[in-house]
């Protein structure tokens, strides 16, 4: 079967997908064959040059017209928009992969987790960072127990594209649009990746204590005089108590000038523990063997998960290889009937988290998730 997927949205997610989608036949001769059918996207022009260089056949300007051609649905679209068609292609078991974070609410998010639950269709939330090779081969050492019991996790995720306050406002500037600025769009890939690594040993989170703050409180915005207020945050810190016990501190930013996308984790167990970060994603560093401190392994072998359909050892990965990953895992489950994971009850988890660090910055105190 040839499935015809639609994408809704067409600027940086779409072209992320996209370009997996146009790497699978060559790489992974395996995945299920796909055809870009159709892009949906409001501007017309610029949606015809996106159409073309994504090599979608078709084009339209309401999505609620393609559902009848399509087999697959891509949302990829600002996370106000995420809900109502995600909801209306599973009411018709057509399968989805929807963005992160799943909605701007966790009201939203969790009709979306409930239409999934009704339906009989894959619905995969787009947390691709569990698809490296390093964080893979982190969670085997985890689940095999060689750092013990699990005590602490440390993540960040620090950028730096809105520092100057002259950068331009965006629809994941608005709270309507968005939901949550640095804590949404950044701190749920922390989230969840903590969940996948070390979920299954600390449970879910607890307890969270969280704190928001916006630097610039208006910018720019592209293409008029005009400015726009700034309604979410910029940066977030958020202390956690897992159900285990075990404890976490967590930030992301937008505004810290000098990392540009240092997504990282750090996992400490009464044994061992390990650290990896996105700006060097074909390295973990592991501490297994006493005091040595942490020693940094090339997760690039042909062992290492994904890596035998790329290159031989030492011939490294990239960012967009966990688009490849993460399309080719959620192709097969669709083909297959599998389970897939991240799913949107996983997805729904995480906004849990995100809507009690909200209240907690609002409250100023701890509270359960
Ligand atoms: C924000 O700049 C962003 O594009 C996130 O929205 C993505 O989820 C992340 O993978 C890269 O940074």
Same mark, same amino acid.
């Given at each position: 079967?040839?499935?015809?997927?639609?994408?809704?949205?067409?600027?940086?997610?779409?072209?992320?997908?996209?370009?997996?989608?146009?790497?699978?036949?060559?790489?992974?001769?395996?995945?299920?064959?796909?055809?870009?059918?159709?892009?949906?996207?409001?501007?017309?022009?610029?949606?015809?040059?996106?159409?073309?260089?994504?090599?979608?056949?078709?084009?339209?300007?309401?999505?609620?017209?393609?559902?009848?051609?399509?087999?697959?649905?891509?949302?990829?679209?600002?996370?106000?928009?995420?809900?109502?068609?995600?909801?209306?292609?599973?009411?018709?078991?057509?399968?989805?992969?929807?963005?992160?974070?799943?909605?701007?609410?966790?009201?939203?998010?969790?009709?979306?987790?409930?239409?999934?639950?009704?339906?009989?269709?894959?619905?995969?939330?787009?947390?691709?960072?569990?698809?490296?090779?390093?964080?893979?081969?982190?969670?085997?050492?985890?689940?095999?127990?060689?750092?013990?019991?699990?005590?602490?996790?440390?993540?960040?995720?620090?950028?730096?594209?809105?520092?100057?306050?002259?950068? !331009?406002?965006?629809?994941?500037?608005?709270?309507?649009?968005?939901?949550?600025?640095?804590?949404?769009?950044?701190?749920?890939?922390?989230?969840?990746?903590?969940?996948?690594?070390?979920?299954?040993?600390?449970?879910?989170?607890?307890?969270?204590?969280?704190?928001?703050?916006?630097?610039?409180?208006?910018?720019?915005? !592209?293409?008029?005089?005009?400015?726009?207020?700034?309604?979410?945050?910029?940066?977030?810190?958020?202390?956690?108590?897992?159900?285990?016990?075990?404890?976490?501190?967590?930030?992301?930013?937008?505004?810290?000038?000098?990392?540009?996308?240092?997504?990282?984790?750090?996992?400490?167990?009464?044994?061992?523990?390990?650290?990896?970060?996105?700006?060097?994603?074909?390295?973990?560093?592991?501490?297994?063997?006493?005091?040595?401190?942490?020693?940094?392994?090339?997760?690039?072998? !042909?062992?290492?998960?994904?890596?035998?359909?790329?290159?031989?050892?030492?011939?490294?990965?990239?960012?967009?290889?966990?688009?490849?990953?993460?399309?080719?895992?959620?192709?097969?489950?669709?083909?297959?009937?599998?389970d897939y994971h991240p799913d949107f009850q996983d997805g729904v988890a995480v906004q849990?988290?995100?809507?009690?660090?909200?209240?907690?910055?609002?409250?100023?105190?701890?509270?359960?998730?």
């Amino acid at each position: 079967m040839t499935y015809n997927i639609g994408f809704i949205g067409y600027q940086f997610m779409s072209e992320a997908h996209g370009n997996a989608l146009n790497k699978l036949p060559m790489f992974f001769p395996d995945a299920p064959e796909t055809k870009r059918h159709v892009i949906v996207g409001r501007t017309e022009d610029a949606l015809e040059e996106a159409a073309d260089r994504l090599g979608f056949e078709h084009t339209a300007t309401d999505w609620r017209e393609i559902l009848d051609d399509i087999d697959i649905l891509y949302n990829l679209t600002p996370n106000s928009v995420h809900p109502e068609p995600s909801i209306a292609a599973l009411e018709r078991d057509i399968p989805v992969l929807c963005e992160k974070p799943l909605a701007p609410t966790l009201e939203g998010a969790e009709a979306m987790a409930e239409a999934a639950a009704e339906s009989d269709a894959t619905a995969a939330t787009a947390f691709n960072y569990r698809y490296i090779p390093a964080i893979q081969h982190a969670r085997k050492l985890i689940e095999a127990g060689e750092l013990g019991e699990i005590r602490q996790v440390r993540g960040h995720y620090l950028q730096d594209w809105l520092t100057d306050a002259e950068a !331009p406002w965006s629809w994941r500037n608005d709270e309507e649009l968005a939901g949550s600025g640095a804590l949404g769009d950044l701190g749920a890939h922390t989230f969840d990746l903590t969940r996948y690594l070390v979920g299954d040993r600390v449970g879910e989170f607890d307890r969270v204590s969280g704190q928001l703050q916006t630097f610039v409180d208006e910018r720019p915005v !592209p293409g008029t005089d005009e400015t726009r207020s700034v309604t979410v945050d910029d940066a977030y810190t958020a202390q956690v108590a897992f159900e285990s016990g075990a404890v976490g501190t967590f930030e992301a930013s937008r505004v810290t000038d000098g990392h540009k996308n240092d997504h990282s984790i750090a996992i400490y167990g009464s044994e061992g523990s390990l650290r990896f970060s996105l700006e060097r994603l074909n390295e973990l560093e592991v501490n297994l063997d006493g005091n040595r401190g942490f020693e940094t392994v090339l997760a690039t072998d !042909p062992d290492d998960p994904y890596i035998g359909h790329w290159w031989p050892p030492g011939h490294v990965l990239g960012w967009e290889h966990t688009f490849v990953h993460e399309n080719y895992e959620f192709l097969m489950a669709v083909d297959n009937g599998d389970d897939y994971h991240p799913d949107f009850q996983d997805g729904v988890a995480v906004q849990r988290i995100l809507d009690a660090v909200e209240r907690s910055a609002e409250d100023s105190e701890w509270v359960a998730v």
